[in-house]
Each structure stands twice: as structure tokens, then as C-alpha cells.
């Protein structure tokens, strides 16, 4: 093994570290069940501590929460408790789903430009995506803290207990935290926390396998569990995270008032029929979860289940679907609380159906247009983008008693703000808002103001069975890729019969990222002359997603996590 560098990496525990060593070269390579209970998670560890949360008498809503705190530790780059998150929670003893939403919010004195300084000066895109100013009012622990109120069970202490564990003793650095670290490690190492933790002297990160340890997190982590989440936003805890805001470059607008003034939301999900299924995922400010149910509306009335799932033909109507429905995301999302927000009438049947009906089976749409669901008149809102794509992590549970959880948290960006606060990631989720707020008498729906959350193309989604039950349990990281793996996996199952270890490593295809492409090194890149004889014209690229996915079987669950990450389902 190699030797460890740095304040980040000292000696761990020979069994801990052995047995994450061990479940690192199994993970996302085992599809295990038939179980009662079942966690997916992308990394070993937080799945195990997930699961032993279960085994302990926890809920599933207990699980997620110790899930959360181990990827804080373990996936920094992904997902942190200063991060956003939506999480969808299904009661098996009232029959009823609800969602929760803890978005990082825009701090009060938040303007409608994040590159534009005080004084009307302009601050390149790239360094203020990087900066204080890009930190939004972290929503992560709150929301969590309210699902735990509504469904949980166990204390915090016992929650956060595998996550003190591996932050004190250790954890071997994985490989896609050293993919990740690798590709920006100029950038990371001016960071001096992030670079005392996973780089060398060099700069370089960490060899995969170095013990990594985390003091500084491993401590705000039990300030939590004996003062519980409310520690995070006041006292010295919230003073960190305000400190590291405010450093240079480009100062952050958070406040105290911000931290103890957020406010995680209740908010139901949005649900729509396709396949025979009831189709639930996250209301806006997520727009993942109105476009991935308006793709599968959109594929089912297409008939794409008639097709080959690797046939030019299924591949063409998946990057027709995702281009009309990303054109509606990027017109019609906003934060729900602050602007007119059309989710019934863009999931409607009667919509879906028009929407499906400007796909040609034999060609490509020159533009893929919004639609109008309100058939507003005047001027429209703008269209925007955000000002950054992000990186992401979903986590799914489900317990012994039937309850549900689908659950995707996030930083932004990989690594966020690329600065730590007590040794956890700060978010840059107010690059999520739109890059240009768009004229003054037709503003983009997302354009930032104080406050107000940004849209999110975070999708956690449940299935609901012809019992009215969950059958699917999916979710992915992966920025604006979420929207396609989510959907393609829900058709990979519900319209082609796949199992969930088929369903996660299916080659992805979709037009959500701002332009058509194709997995690199799967047999989706062999359709690209296929498909540009139909006037497509896409890329081939890598797509480093991350989708968890659970589905129920007769005799229980089965579960997996997606290959191109460390991630792992497990159950029992």
C-alpha cells in the first residue's frame, strides 16, 4: 500500500480499512437480492452504514440519514451535509408518498447576476463558479432533519455514529474521488484543507487505497450528534461556514440570518401514468422531476416499447424526447414559491400527447421548441441555463416494513465552492440560477434573487406498481445527465424487462446536457452513423452517471449501483 501523505492520510484501523479495500473491488459489480430491506448508495460504506441503521431498528428515513453523513466523508467531491438535497419518502403503513426539498437557497442580499460584483463589475464565470460568492444557504441537514421528525426513529447519535467512524479512523481513497481530484488538482491544491487531505506533496491526489482520514469533519459531526442539526446553523459550526464564505476570491452574501433563517419544505411530489404506472418524482424547483416525467409520457405514447432497446429507432425517439422536454425545462422552471410554475399542465396527458405528436419516426426536429401549456399569450419567459452543470449522488432505501426512500443530494459541482468548511464541502448551488436573468418585461423563471431556490435537474423518483405500492426506486447523479439516466432506466425496465443490474449498466443517451450524446465505449457509440442519417447530429463522450436503483420482485428487492462509480446495492 502506498505510504500516506499529509494531515488527510494517517493510519487506520487494519479491519475497517481492509474491509473497505474489500468492498470497494465488489462495488457496483453486485446486484444483490431478493431482500427485505435494501440500500444503494455509491460507495461501500455508506450502503453498509445504511444498512446496519436497518438492522438496528431504524426506518428507512434512519438510513438515509446515516447514508448522507458517511458520503459527506467518503464522496466530498458529490455530496456533503452543506450541500441540497430532495428526497421522496413512501409510508407503507399510510399508503402515502411525500416529498421534502432542502435546495441551497440564494442568501438575502443575493442580486440577479452572480458574476456581477456590487459595483457593476463583471467576475469571470469560471472564478466565481469557484468562489464564496457561488455558496448557497446549505438545505441538506435541515430537510433531513425534517424527514427524521416525520418518519424516523433512532437518535442522532446512532445516525451519525458510521460517519464519525470512518471520518476518525479512516477510509482508503476511492477511485472515483482520485478520477475526480485528478482532473482538477491544480485548481483544488490552492485550497490548503482540501490539499492537507487528499493531495500529495506534489499536488497530485492521493493513490486509490491511501487511508484518508478527516479530523475536522469527524468533529462537527459530533458537535451534531450531541447537539443535533440545529449545531450546523448557529454557533461555531455556522461561524465556520461563514468564514470560509467570505474568503477571497469573490466573497460570499451568507449571513447568520440566512443560516438560521432557512427553511427546508414539505412539497408532494409530481406524479403522471406511462407504462401503466404511476410515475412520481420531485416537484419543481426540481425541473428533473417534470422532464423525466414528461419523457417517459412522451416515449410511452411513441411506442417505444415496440422497438430494440440498442436499435437506431429507440435511441431516436430517447434524444426526441429529451430534447423537447429540455427545452421545456429550460423555458418553465423556477422556485414554485416565486413564480407561476406550470407542473400540472406540463405533465398533462393531453400536452404529452400534442408534445409526442412533433416526433417523426424518420427524422430529427431541426429545433426542438418549448411548448406553451398555458397557452399564455404575450411575451414568454426567457429561456435560460445555469451558469454550471453539476455533480451529484442518489441514495435508495427501502426497509423491512415496505417504507421507501429516494433520495438525491448534491454539492453542485464536483467539490462545490472547491472549499471546505469544518472539514465538509461547501456547495456552489447558486450556479444551479441562470446564467442570464433574461430581459426585465419576460425574466427567466430561474433567474436568482434573494431567497429564492434555484432549479435543480436532481430527479429522485419512485414507481408506483399496478398496487399502488413502490415497484422502482431509482435515482442518479450527474448534472444534467440525471434527466436521461433516470428515464432511459425506468424504460430499460418498465417497456424491456430489464432487471435493475441491467438497468444501471445500460449505455446512456440523451440531450439534457446541452447537446445529444452517446456513452463513450458502449454499444450506444456504435449508433451514432445511424442516427446522424436521421439528422442527429451527437457526441460521443464519456458519462461518469451515477444511478442507484431498487426494484421489487416477488419475493422481495433486488437492487444495484451503477458501474461507472464505487457504488454498491446490498440487503438482506
Known amino acids: 500500500m502506498a505510504a500516506p501523505f499529509g494531515p488527510g492520510a494517517l493510519p487506520m484501523r487494519p479491519a475497517l480499512l481492509l474491509a473497505a479495500l474489500l468492498a470497494l473491488g465488489l462495488a457496483a459489480r453486485a446486484a444483490e437480492g431478493p431482500a427485505r430491506r435494501m440500500v444503494a448508495a455509491a460507495h461501500p460504506l455508506a450502503a453498509e452504514a445504511g444498512l446496519g441503521i436497518l438492522r438496528a431498528g431504524g426506518s428507512a428515513a434512519d438510513a438515509a440519514v446515516a447514508v448522507q453523513a458517511v458520503l459527506s466523508v467518503v464522496e466530498p467531491n458529490a455530496t456533503g451535509l452543506l450541500g441540497g438535497a430532495l428526497l421522496l419518502h413512501w409510508d407503507a403503513a399510510t399508503r402515502r408518498l411525500a416529498g421534502y426539498e432542502g435546495i441551497a437557497s440564494a442568501p438575502a442580499a443575493a442580486t440577479a447576476r452572480l458574476v456581477e460584483a456590487a459595483d457593476g463589475t463583471r467576475v469571470g464565470a469560471a472564478t466565481v463558479a469557484r468562489s464564496g460568492r457561488a455558496v448557497g444557504v446549505p438545505g441538506t441537514l435541515r430537510m433531513l432533519a425534517l424527514v427524521r421528525a416525520d418518519h424516523g426513529r433512532l437518535p442522532w447519535r446512532d445516525l451519525l455514529a458510521p460517519a464519525i467512524r470512518a471520518a476518525e479512523e479512516g477510509f482508503p481513497m476511492p477511485p472515483t474521488l482520485h478520477r475526480v481530484l485528478a482532473a482538477r488538482a491544480v485548481e483544488l491544491a490552492r485550497d490548503p484543507e482540501i490539499r492537507a487531505l487528499f493531495l500529495r506533496p506534489d499536488g497530485q491526489p492521493l493513490p486509490v487505497g491511501t487511508p484518508l482520514r478527516n479530523p475536522a469533519q469527524a468533529a462537527a459531526l459530533r458537535a451534531l450528534a450531541e447537539h443535533g442539526p440545529e449545531a450546523l446553523y448557529a454557533g461555531p459550526l455556522a461561524r465556520a461556514v461563514l468564514e470560509a464564505t467570505a474568503r477571497e476570491p469573490v466573497p460570499g452574501w451568507m449571513t447568520e440570518g440566512d443560516l438560521a433563517g432557512y427553511e427546508a419544505k414539505r412539497r408532494d411530489p409530481v406524479c403522471a401514468t406511462a407504462f401503466g404506472r404511476a410515475i412520481c418524482s420531485a416537484a419543481p424547483p426540481s425541473s428533473g422531476g417534470v422532464a423525466v416525467q414528461q419523457q417517459l409520457g412522451m416515449l410511452d405514447r411513441l ?270
Open 303 to 572: 411506442g417505444i416499447s415496440r422497438l430494440a432497446p440498442d436499435s437506431p429507432g429507440a435511441a431516436h425517439l430517447i434524444l426526441e424526447a429529451s430534447r423537447l422536454a429540455t427545452a421545456d425545462r429550460r423555458r418553465w422552471m423556477g422556485d414554485p414559491d416565486r413564480v407561476p410554475v406550470p407542473t400540472g399542465p406540463l405533465v398533462a396527458p393531453a400536452y404529452l400527447a400534442a408534445r409526442a405528436g412533433l416526433v417523426d419516426p424518420a427524422r430529427a426536429m431541426a429545433e426542438a421548441p418549448a411548448g406553451n401549456p398555458l397557452e399564455r399569450h404575450g411575451a414568454l419567459p426567457a429561456a435560460s441555463d445555469p451558469l454550471a452543470l453539476a455533480g451529484t449522488s442518489h441514495v435508495a432505501v427501502v426497509d423491512a416494513a415496505g417504507n421507501a426512500v429516494s433520495f438525491t443530494t448534491t454539492n453542485n459541482l464536483n467539490f462545490g465552492a472547491e472549499r471546505l468548511a469544518a472539514g465538509i464541502t461547501l456547495n456552489n448551488g447558486l450556479t444551479n440560477f441562470a446564467a442570464n436573468p433574461g430581459p426585465a418585461e419576460a425574466p427567466a423563471f430561474n433567474a436568482m434573487a434573494g431567497g429564492k431556490r434555484p432549479v435543480t435537474t436532481m430527479a429522485p423518483t419512485i414507481v408506483l406498481g399496478p398496487d399502488g405500492a413502490p415497484e422502482l426506486v431509482v435515482g442518479a447523479g450527474g448534472g444534467a445527465r440525471i434527466v436521461d439516466s433516470v428515464a432511459v432506466a425506468v424504460v430499460e425496465v418498465l417497456a424491456w424487462g430489464a432487471d435493475a443490474r441491467r438497468a444501471t449498466a445500460r449505455p446512456r443517451i440523451g440531450a439534457q446536457n446541452g447537446e445529444e450524446e452517446l456513452e463513450a465505449n458502449t454499444p450506444a457509440a456504435a449508433l451514432a452513423e445511424p442516427l446522424r442519417a436521421l439528422g442527429h447530429a451527437p457526441q460521443v463522450v464519456e458519462m461518469n452517471t451515477g444511478l442507484q436503483i431498487l426494484r421489487r420482485v416477488p419475493s422481495g428487492w433486488e437492487g444495484a449501483a451503477d458501474p461507472r462509480r464505487d457504488g454498491v446495492a446490498i440487503g438482506d
